[in-house]
């Protein structure tokens, strides 16, 4: 369905030469028709049209992807409290961010999303705005106030003007390892990709693991994630904001793709790598049968918990790069934004208010081994005792961001880098011919070809 909203939405962009005049019929048809059954699926629609009594609760709705939706709980019962006349109702949905912005998709293109609260990927924002989905939150925030995030947060709710998603907290891609094991065998973290390569051979014959390295291989947005870091780290690009030129069928690009082949047919990434999410490469990670994980920051509650067979035993780094490159860091991370069709925009400018406080994303850093998107949340001695590496996570974002294309059209841009990437994988095109491919269609979706 992804493909098919993504390119629904880009007729509302009207970009790209030759687009046929005939189809839209068909495609906005079948679009609905898929549209109404996610919708239906999760039983949302009811929900915009529900009628409150005047003297209830202002009730606040958001959508939110697993394992979030949980993990919000604690806060969300705090705003409530603290907001009596407030009250945020969380619907669940899937864990891929790319499927929740479908969801998202749907409901603002059939009209009365349900949602108050717009949870946002990065990702998303530039095609949000573009719509005109998004409340424009410029006049809310001082300079003063939005100094306290960090840039490349703010950066990334911003389009054309506009402000529209108060950023929550930070992503940044990374190398996680087993210190153990390294030690065990006198080895440096890596810091190229040879390095990664000789290090996972080296370990696993010496230290009996089963895999080197784990890495998002499955056509999702994940992918095009951990593919922009790689790309960054050969001293490729995607698409360069300021002229839209694409990268993709460059050498650098070639070299990424040709890499990460490589590590599944030496055996150092398992051949399951195409079908692996972020939560299966933890999983895999947390049995102790690999030395290297490329994840978010999540991860290290995860593999540190009381009952993780590798607890205590995991460190970080920036990602590895070519020789005489550096590292990339994919800049992630999640704000709130206001759908600009809500019945209740002061209710929920009062929660971006409260989710934007220092205390309440303090908790939720405590609680989640989050990045917090407030610079002074790092110079916290709570937050400092708790995770120890937390200022590092800040420096590699500081360093090494990469972004992905912030173009309105990303989500297709996205699609096409993982369709080729995927056909790279299973050996259907060769890497060159998957990336001049890919680069093709990338020029084509932004009118550049
Ligand atoms: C993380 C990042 C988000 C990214 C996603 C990909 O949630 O914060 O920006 O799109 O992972 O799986």
Redesign the pocket.
Known sequence: MHDLINRWISRLFNRGPGRSRSRPLFALAGALVGMAAAIAVTGLWHLGATAQPSDAPVELTMLLHVPEAQQWRTIADRFEAENPDLRLKIIEGPS??NAIEDLHTAAFILGDSPYDLIYL???WVPKFAAAGWLMDLRDRLTPAQLAEYLPGDVAGGRYRDGLYRLPFRT?MGMLYYRKDLLEAAGLEPPETFMELIAASEQLQRSQGVDWGYLWQGKQY??LS?MFAEVLAGFGGFWVDPETQAVGLDEPAAIAAVEFLQRTIASGISPPGTTTY??PETLRLFRTGNSVFLRN?PYVWNEVNRPDSPIRGQVAIAPMVHAPGERSGACQ???GLGINRATRHPEAAWRALEFFGRADVQKQFVLENSYVSSLRSLADDPDIQAAYPQYRTWVEILDNYAVLRPPVPQYAQASDILQRYLTAAFSGSMTPTDAMAAAARETRSLLGTA
């Open positions: 891929a961010t990927d990065v990702a992503d947005e994940g994630a999410t972020e978010w992630g991370g999640w």
